[in-house]
């Protein structure tokens, strides 16, 4: 077994156990396997625990071998793991797809299918004599199929869309990994700090193409690192294990400064750490939105003031200006968004153009007609065939489908993937939730509200979790949690109508009548028409009447 470059360098795993799982996936019919079935292949002999600890690890031992490549070769979510077989040429698939490629290659009825793989399971060697038998059987055919023109690489192929050797130019934004401090790690553990770094690096170029050099590998020529001179910032991770007691902390250094920007730790045991997930996800999620703020925030100061120096992080800064709730904002995020779609910067934008039409339905804010409406549907499908691995951008069209055309199937698909590419992120968890309320799942919605309001406490846009978790708290009858959700998100941002219309229906419910008709006359500031009922049904959205009469029949009690 070989992994080359497309110039035919050798980036074949290391390790025995990364080679084993790349041999898996490169065979499978799709080049996809689930987590579950690799771990029975690869750790038969350990528990669920364990073995899921090792394919992590093996995964991140893996993904450090393709460096540069790793993205764009692997496909790697929460259920399953696979090669991106439009990226990658593999010659078992090759001759079994055109058998005269057998002779091209070489290859004849002796030859072995994974010479000298040694991986000690004996459920991978089952696995391995299975398909050698098969491989056997499809050689003595193939041997007399006639000769073709010869492949101009065999073993598997990485994309020849980053050339080695070239200069890489950072955008607008870097940052480089550091090695990590790693004391006192055991195999569960030594993990960590590669998934806390690369999760805040992926959430964070879910928003912009941020440049990522990878420092953690002392042996790296310097080569992979062309142009890194020019980094903005650099990130390291420190895992300290004491026993059962474990500490993460994350670092962010400014470059121009040589100095440490800040820096955040989280102790819990090794089993809150590892088995829940929450904890974990929940500290990466604190990250990616400290580091957003520290490299965001003055382009998105520049862009908020309408200076034209200096080029604003698009995607970031379009997201944070619609939830500004102001008219004027809103138009400015749509300029920027289209100047940047017309530039061609990132893919993003489509989504996030779509994703406006909602402020204007919700919030009622600049009149959404017709050719909005047009104009959102043809964005969200673009993004949705443009951009179908970044977990902002489905979760935007899957609240534009769901909210804006009641194509509530679409939207639950394209947010269970959006789900399965990225966890940690409480954009996603936040619209999961607004999506489950929709469709009368009031305690799934709850649930996911709960997780998306704690990833997400420290988002510049927290306040709409807040909202999110007051509306679903609402729904399963805990008005306590709501009005203490709601209030809340009034404190961060005292312009958001859709908290104001939760508060207004929980002390309504109360009976609070005084409170009640205070909220709602807050309401009608921002949204004259909202004491008109079939504008009431228009901003709460629910698909099942008997949701809205009872919510529509609760207002009225204060309305009339």
Not at 483 to 495: D, E, N, S, T, V
Request: overall charge negative; hydrophobic content about 40%.
């Amino acid at each position: 077994m070989g992994l080359f470059s497309p110039t035919e360098r050798n980036l074949t795993p290391r390790g025995k156990k990364a080679q084993g799982l790349l041999a898996l996936l490169a065979l499978a019919p799709r080049g996809t396997r689930t987590r579950v079935w690799l771990r029975d292949k690869l750790w038969s002999e350990s528990d669920e625990k364990k073995s899921s600890s090792s394919l992590r690890q093996t995964v991140f031992e893996l993904r450090k071998d393709l460096g540069e490549y790793a993205d764009d070769v692997l496909d790697i979510n929460r259920l399953s793991i696979g090669l991106r077989l439009d990226r990658v040429w593999i010659d078992f698939h090759a001759v079994s797809e055109d058998p005269a490629v057998f002779a091209a290659l070489d290859l004849n009825d002796e030859t072995d299918l994974l010479e000298g793989m040694d991986v000690a399971d004996e459920e991978f060697e089952d696995w391995l004599q299975l398909e050698r038998q098969a491989w056997y059987d499809k050689a003595a055919a193939f041997d007399e199929a006639p000769a073709a023109t010869p492949a101009a690489v065999s073993s598997i192929l990485l994309p020849t869309a980053a050339t080695e050797g070239a200069e890489v130019v950072p955008q607008v934004s870097s940052i480089g990994f550091l090695p990590n401090i790693q004391q006192g790690c055991d195999a569960q553990t030594s993990y960590l700090a590669d998934y806390v770094l690369e999760g805040v690096a992926r959430n964070l170029r879910e928003f912009e193409p941020v440049a990522v050099f990878d420092f953690r590998d002392p042996a790296l020529h310097s080569d992979h690192v062309s142009g890194a001179f020019e980094t903005e910032y650099y990130t390291r991770v420190r895992t300290l294990q004491v026993r059962d007691s474990l500490t993460l902390s994350f670092f962010l250094y400014r470059s121009s400064r040589m100095a440490l920007e800040w820096s955040q730790s989280v102790q819990a045991s090794v089993a809150e750490i590892t088995e829940t997930g929450m904890l974990l996800e929940g500290f990466i999620a604190q990250n990616v939105d400290r580091v957003a703020k520290s490299i965001f925030e003055d382009r998105l100061r520049i862009s908020d003031g309408g200076q034209d120096e200096g080029a604003p992080q698009v995607g970031y800064t379009a997201l944070n200006l619609m939830f500004k709730l102001d008219e004027n904002a809103l138009t400015h995020s749509e300029d920027i968004l289209r100047d940047g779609e017309a530039a061609g910067d990132s893919s993003i934008y489509p989504a996030l153009r779509a994703y406006l039409a909602t402020f204007k339905l919700g919030e009622n804010m600049g009149g959404l007609n017709r050719s909005d409406l047009e104009d959102a549907r043809i964005m969200a499908d673009m993004a949705v065939g443009e951009n179908p691995f970044n977990s902002i951008s489905l979760a935007c069209v899957a609240h534009v489908f769901g909210y804006l055309f009641h194509e509530h199937d679409l939207a639950g698909n394209l947010l269970e993937q959006a789900l399965n590419l990225n966890p940690s992120q409480p954009f996603v968890w936040d619209h999961y939730a607004l999506h489950k309320l929709y469709t009368g799942e009031f305690e799934a919605a709850y649930a996911a509200a709960e997780r998306g309001a704690t990833l997400g406490a420290f988002s510049p846009i927290s306040y709409s979790y807040d909202t999110t978790l007051a509306m679903a708290a609402t729904m399963v009858g805990d008005n306590r949690r709501a009005i203490m959700a709601g209030q809340r998100a009034l404190r961060k941002q005292p312009r958001f109508a859709a908290a104001m219309r939760y508060l207004t229906l929980n002390y309504a419910q109360l009976g609070r009548e005084m409170e009640a008709e205070a909220m709602l006359h807050r309401v009608l500031e921002v949204d004259p028409t909202f004491s008109d009922q079939e504008v009431q049904k228009e901003r709460f959205r629910f698909a099942h009447k008997e949701h809205e009469q009872s919510v529509i029949s609760t207002l009225r009690m204060i309305t009339n």
